[in-house]
């Protein structure tokens, strides 16, 4: 459960700071891609998955 919570506030933040509908969907992208690689590599799917979520938090801001 936390870490759905952490998740939807990770996705509430990227929709609050992206409005290109392009790069949400990227960030979501990345986001399902580091969850596949901490699965393999056997690293907490939660926490990579919320680093790919909002790696681009602040692109169209910078």
């Known amino acids: 459960m936390p870490g759905e919570l952490l ?9 609050a ?18 969850k596949a690689l901490a ?7 939660g926490v990579w998955g919320l680093a790919g979520l909002v790696h681009d938090l602040d692109w169209e801001e910078t």
């Open 7 to 15: 998740r939807d506030r990770g996705l509430t933040l990227l929709r």
């Open 17 to 34: 700071h992206v409005k290109n509908q392009n790069l949400i969907k990227h960030c979501l992208a990345v986001e399902a891609l580091m």
């Open 39 to 45: 699965r393999r590599l056997g690293e907490n799917e």
